[in-house]
């Protein structure tokens, strides 16, 4: 007591303080500067990823298009006609008369060899573009109609400049000859940049400039649904009767030891089970969404139990206590109180759970899902492919207007996350607005 | 039988507690008379909570909670086979040292009781039936033009006495609280002190606190605890004034606890 009260007012130990304090301030500063310049660097690497993707997909969302002068030759298309007498259907040699109306542009074109160049200046899906014209409004048979036809992808790469015109011929994937046609076109006006409609109508292809999404987007929808479905109420249900109602023995311990384990496991040791349990032995087609969904849903099940148990167990048990208190039984509890205040958790956990599942590609590797499919899938047993499976098989496409697709794809698989995520946070501002 | 045996509401004969290994109460023998106030005290950690809980059975949902002995209300065994302990919930309603209302609104916070009882028939009787609730418990007054906002938005000692009225919305005859007025100030303590003055002449009541005034103002009878052992027990002035055991002494004149 005594010699403490002269020792608080000593200068040197008052200096030594004032130091150390200030030692304590420069090592918060820098913690603080490490800290913000992670978050920098974080958010820089995702800001160049995000950038670099969206830049390089632009070219895709547009396509150039050749407008022609197409005649259709009654004579040469056959109608279908039902009881009524009304058009079913059409039915042409739509690449002739293409073909026909490319030559009609440039009559001193007269070799096969040349020939089969021009036709060349033209995508494969320009004979759709006559047929669907024509099909639409078959009034237009026997005249001559102006149609926009898809250029061929390297032609619009040139226009895209993605080609360059001024290389040498050799280094070159369009020849001088077809792009002196082009030029024509060109000065004709005839040429125009139009949206890629292609990138969301089509299935896949493939030629670049006609392989689209829709398939893979309706693979991965189905897929999605059946993995809801399933893993949702499976794995709500689970957790309440892990968390809420088992007893706490050996057994139950195990499981939940093991239910944490499947949390880890590769995702593609999950479809080698699907192969061998739904395909191979149920015999469930193969490629199908239906399979695809309870692969994923196997996958996703441990990410929602977790998430669902953590979200009960931070359930207050005052709650508890005072539902049990006026006489509620236990799955009254359960069912009046404990779930709704857990579900905001729940739904966030099944989101989280779902966003893995509609990224992943490896175990539908194992189930056939990843496989070139042009149809688009009608329903959850017809052969399907998935986004993220699309992309990794455009990706591995020669062609260099695939590069674009490819980026293409990606930003509408992050899109498509994005809407998911943002549907989760409406209904769980929803359920959180009821108290 | 006399007069003061038929009065008896709760008779617990050799109540014991154990949580795992630990003994927690040691043969509590206690009788609770009908339209009393009854007030357990004693030191923290002695069991006061644990013996309250054994009274609705909630001590059946804490894990390796072990109970043994008998306590009967109005002469029955709650602890034999025959009984359903969500009815018996219902009959002896409880209230808790923390206010913890339902996330729901004043109005779904009392009508809970009744709705999954199905005590009432109508919209009509369940509005009657919260309104009365509410009114017993004193807090029609302040809430009756806002029973659909959240019961979450009221003050401590409202919240309380919603919790009060959410128990006696399912019309217990046996009413157990729990250190109720621990968390409010002096002025929300003394409108649920009145208030348990009032439900006496329709219910048992039992109360744990640990405010000897509050034990001597509100209650007619006191138990003494210590340790897992029921110390005394009897008429609140005897205790107060006259205690017979000398632990009883210390922990009244606050020389212990
Ligand atoms: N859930 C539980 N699990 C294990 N032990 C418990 C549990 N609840 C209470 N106990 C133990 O039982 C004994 C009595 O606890 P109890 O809560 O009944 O005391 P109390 O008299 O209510 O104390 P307080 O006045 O502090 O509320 C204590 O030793 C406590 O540690
Ligand atoms: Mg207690």
């Known amino acids: 007591m005594t010699d403490r009260g002269p020792q608080k007012n000593d200068p040197i130990r008052a200096a030594r303080q004032a130091q150390r304090l200030k030692k304590r301030y420069r090592k918060e500063r820098r913690f603080r500067a490490f800290g913000m310049s992670a978050v920098l660097l974080a958010t820089g690497i995702l800001a160049f990823l995000m950038t670099s993707i969206v830049y390089t997909s632009i070219p895709a969302f547009t396509h150039h298009n050749l407008t022609l002068d197409v005649t259709i030759i009654a004579e040469e298309v056959d109608i279908l006609r039902d009881d009524q007498g009304l058009v079913t259907n059409v039915d042409a040699n739509w690449l002739g008369f293409v073909r026909t109306a490319l030559r009609d542009s440039f009559p001193e074109v007269t070799s096969r060899r040349d020939k089969r160049d021009l036709y060349k200046l033209l995508s494969i899906g320009a004979p759709d573009a006559v047929r ?93 649904l059946v993995t809801l479905l399933i893993s949702f109420p499976l794995g709500v249900l689970a957790a309440v009767y892990l968390q809420e109602m088992a007893p706490k023995n050996r057994l139950t311990q195990i499981i939940e030891v093991n239910i944490n384990n499947l949390a880890a496991v590769p995702s593609i040791v999950f479809g080698l089970l699907g192969l061998a349990v739904f395909i191979s032995f149920f015999q469930l087609p193969r490629s199908a969404p239906l399979v695809g969904g309870m692969v994923l849903a196997l996958m996703t099940l441990p990410t929602i139990i977790i998430a669902t148990r953590a979200s009960l167990a931070s359930v207050p048990p005052s709650i508890r206590q005072a539902a049990m208190g006026v006489g509620a039984s236990r799955l009254q509890v359960i069912m009046h109180h404990v779930l709704p205040l857990a579900m905001p958790g729940i739904l966030t956990g099944t989101i989280i759970g779902l966003a893995q599942a509609a990224g992943e590609t490896a175990p539908l590797l194992m189930i056939g899902m990843m496989a070139f499919i042009v149809d688009t899938p009608t329903d959850v047993t017809s052969k399907a492919t998935v986004l993220p499976a699309q992309i990794y098989m455009w990706a591995n496409n020669p062609e260099r207007a695939f590069v674009a697709r490819t980026s293409a794809g990606i930003v509408v698989l992050l899109s498509f996350l994005l809407l998911v995520n943002g549907l989760a946070i409406y209904f769980r501002k929803r359920f959180e607005k009821r108290w | 039988m006399s007069s003061q045996e038929e009065n008896i509401k709760i008779r617990t004969s050799g109540v014991t507690v154990h949580y795992g290994a630990a003994q927690a109460l040691h043969g509590i023998d206690l009788d609770i008379r009908a339209n009393e106030v009854t007030a357990l005290i004693g030191p923290s950690g002695c069991g006061k909570s644990t013996f309250l809980r054994c009274i609705n059975r909630m001590n059946d949902v804490i894990e390796d909670c072990h109970f043994g002995g008998k306590i009967e209300i109005d002469g029955e065994d709650i602890y034999s086979g025959e009984i359903d302990v969500v009815e018996l919930r219902a009959r002896v309603g409880m209230v808790f040292q923390k206010p913890n209302p339902f996330p729901k609104s004043i109005y779904d916070n009392v009508a809970y009781g009744p709705r999954i009882h199905g005590l009432a028939s109508s919209k009509d009787e369940l509005d009657h039936m919260v309104e009365t609730s509410l009114r017993r418990a004193g807090l029609w007054q302040e809430v009756h033009d806002r029973l659909h906002t959240s019961g979450s938005g009221l003050s401590g000692g409202q919240q309380q006495r919603l919790c009060i009225a959410r128990t006696i919305a399912v019309d217990p005859n046996v009413v157990l609280m729990d250190e109720p007025c621990s968390a409010l100030d002096p002025i929300a303590t003394a409108i649920i002190e009145e208030l348990i003055e009032e439900l006496r002449s329709q219910y048992t009541i039992v109360i744990v606190t640990h405010s000897m005034q509050q034990a001597a103002r509100v209650s007619q009878r006191t138990a003494y605890f210590h340790l897992g052992h029921l110390v005394e027990h009897g008429d609140t002035d005897r205790i107060f004034t006259n205690p017979a055991n000398k632990q009883t002494e210390a922990y009244i004149s606050g020389k212990i606890g």
């Not at chain 1, 993605?162 to 070159?172: F, G, K, M, Y």
């Not at chain 1, 046609?181 to 670049?208: C, M």
């Open chain 1, 132 to 224: 669907d014209a024509v099909q639409a409004d078959p009034n237009l048979i026997g005249q001559t109609i102006q149609v926009r036809l898809p250029l061929s992808d390297d032609i619009d790469l040139v226009m895209k400049g993605l080609i360059d015109r001024n290389l040498p011929e050799t280094d070159r994937l369009v020849s001088d000859r077809e792009l002196a046609w082009l030029d024509k076109f060109i000065a004709e006006q005839r040429v125009s940049e139009n949206f890629a409609i292609q990138l969301f109508a089509n299935g896949d292809s493939r030629e670049p400039e006609m392989a689209g999404l829709k398939g893979a987007l309706m693979g991965s929808l189905l897929t999605m």
